[in-house]
């Protein structure tokens, strides 16, 4: 008996037997894979679709008077997405409105985002639509994670002025 405690000692399993050993532990599991999950390609870039989704949801947001629109092309960098839009609301009601917004038109576009978070707070809210992740934050949580300074080294997507937007916008329903 060991000492100082009431428990058999251990023994080895005689050879050829197998011993009963502990799986190693793994990470969470999580349902289902992703849409081009995998280990990102060096210089990919992102789908022309992306694109389309992340320039039809800039739109929106000059829409709803979103301001600081950026697109950023993560495709080489991450597994999750190609492209995250980034966006600024002036308050907590305006980053609502905005975020609100931006769902119910991807909605009736019928692209509805898979996911919503931080609607409740509004300081900061993230609507995951596939190959394209926005975040549309207030001004001082924005300057505060400064997402842009995080993936400084990728390329950006020229976001068209407010006049070329509308003017693509109209052009596209007069079709």
């Known amino acids: 008996m060991p000492a100082g405690g009431d428990a058999a000692p251990r023994t080895r399993a005689p050879a050829g037997e197998p011993t009963s ?14 849409k081009g999950a995998g280990t990102p390609e060096p210089g990919l870039e992102a789908s022309a679709s992306a694109r389309e989704t992340a320039l039809a949801i800039a739109s ?9 629109i950026e697109i950023l092309d993560v495709a080489s960098k991450v597994d999750y997405a190609e492209l995250l839009v980034i966006m600024t609301g002036r308050s907590d009601r305006h980053v609502y409105a ?58 950006r997507i020229p976001v068209p002025d407010e006049e070329a937007a509308r003017a693509a916008a109209e052009t596209s329903t007069e079709d």
């Open 21 to 34: 050993r502990r799986a190693p532990l793994t990470g969470p599991k999580r349902g289902g894979v992703r």
């Open 98 to 155: 905005i975020a609100t917004g931006l769902e119910q038109a991807m909605s009736e576009r019928h692209s509805p985002p898979t996911s919503v978070e931080g609607l409740t707070a509004a300081t900061w809210v993230l609507l995951d639509f596939g190959d394209v992740v926005v975040h549309v934050f207030q001004e001082d949580t924005r300057r505060l994670y400064d997402i842009e300074g995080l993936w400084i080294d990728v390329s």
């Open 60 to 68: 929106i947001g000059m829409e709803k008077k979103a301001v600081g």
